[in-house]
């Protein structure tokens, strides 16, 4: 580890000067590249530093246990001891900001909900939910755009697309991807009888054109009146589009925006996405030897939380935490859970590094 650390540092301090290089700074783009990479070795840098320092005052407190003052070997001897306790948790930071940064995790995000199983209480449960990941975008000063929804009479949602663009979006909301399970007494239902419905969430990176090129050889386009729910607001003009990428089958839509063009854009970057997701699961698929998370941040057949009305329950089964706060956490105040699951993944990529 501590070579690789030396590593770190020496690699830092070179950029240190490339990012001062009046040549380098008339190059832009090169610049941006070395000045984002800095940043990103910086608090592993400041840590490492921090690190030898501790380590530097424990050897001179050890040095000074031979003094022949009996105050001085008192002062040294607690000076020891306080870098001794220091240096085990400092390495444990140490080890945890070397794992691996997911590369997408500064990225904005392009959600998609869909209702599953439950018929119109599924629906109105994705609306739910897009409520709720709207209010948690609000709540981080995060800014939503709806790309494409299909909503239902009552109110709910067949699926529905949003991107949301804001810094680190994607490393807090990829660990939603999944089935969400609902349990509770759904409003069309006269009886009482508690209902078990599911929505699935795909949370997916935005993707950079430099990071997948399409072949516009391969892209359908098709073009139809968009409309709201049950038939409603039908466009008079075919502005809604449909883009079919033909060698892998994927299909994006969008019908949110009045103009063709607006529409035939966001129904672009949906595509872009989606195509990007199937290659990254693909490739990591094709790693036998990478560890899988636990945790997880991408099947979206597994079954990773239930919301239990009567209960006041959400449970995330993947770490096995419950939180009581039905209301609180659908009104958007999520980070409680999101935490946890960060720290359960990082501490499985820690076990998978060692």
């Excluded at 000067?17 to 840098?45: C, G, M, T």
């Excluded at 629906?123 to 790309?147: C, D, I, N, P, Q």
């Amino acid at each position: 580890m501590f070579q690789k650390l030396e590593d770190v540092e020496k690699r830092y301090e070179e950029l240190t000067v490339k990012v001062s290089d009046p040549e380098i700074i008339s190059r832009q783009n090169e610049w941006r590249e070395y000045i984002k990479e800095h940043a990103e070795l910086e608090p592993i840098v400041l840590k490492y530093r921090e690190y030898k320092k501790v380590q530097n005052d424990f050897e001179e407190a050890k040095a000074m246990m031979n003094d022949a003052d009996k105050e001085m070997r008192e002062l040294a001897e607690m000076e020891m001891l306080e870098a001794k306790d220091k240096l085990p948790q400092i390495e444990e930071e140490l080890k945890i900001l070397l794992i691996p940064k997911d590369p997408d995790d500064d990225k904005n995000v392009i959600c998609e909900i869909r209702g599953g199983a439950g018929g119109e209480e599924a629906a109105l449960f994705a609306g739910t939910l897009f409520r709720m990941y709207s209010m948690y975008a609000e709540r981080k000063h995060w800014k939503l755009e709806v790309l494409n929804e299909n909503e239902t009479e009552l109110g709910g949602f067949k699926e529905v697309s949003f991107m949301i663009t804001g810094k680190g979006a994607y490393s807090r909301l990829k660990f939603e991807s999944g089935v969400h399970r609902v349990q509770r007494v759904p409003d069309t239902e006269a009886s009482g009888r508690i209902h078990t419905s599911t929505a699935t969430v795909a949370v997916l990176p935005e993707v950079e054109d430099v990071q997948i090129q399409l072949n516009p050889s391969d892209i359908r386009m098709e073009v139809y009146r968009a409309s709201g729910a049950g038939g409603q607001h039908v466009n008079k003009t075919s502005s809604a589009v449909r883009l079919i990428h033909e060698p892998t089958g994927i299909v994006a839509e969008c019908q949110t925006e009045r103009s063709q063009l607006q529409n035939r854009e966001y129904a672009m970057r949906l595509l872009k996405s989606r195509i990007y997701e199937k290659e990254k699961q693909e490739q990591d698929a094709k790693l036998a030897n990478e560890r899988k998370s636990q945790v997880g941040s991408g099947d979206r057949s597994e079954k990773i939380r239930t919301y239990n009305y009567p209960q006041g329950r959400i449970t995330d089964h993947r770490i096995g935490m419950s939180i009581f706060q039905m209301e609180d956490f659908l009104n958007g105040n999520l980070d409680a859970m999101i935490d946890n699951l960060i720290a359960a993944d990082r501490a499985e990529r820690l076990k998978g590094e060692e």
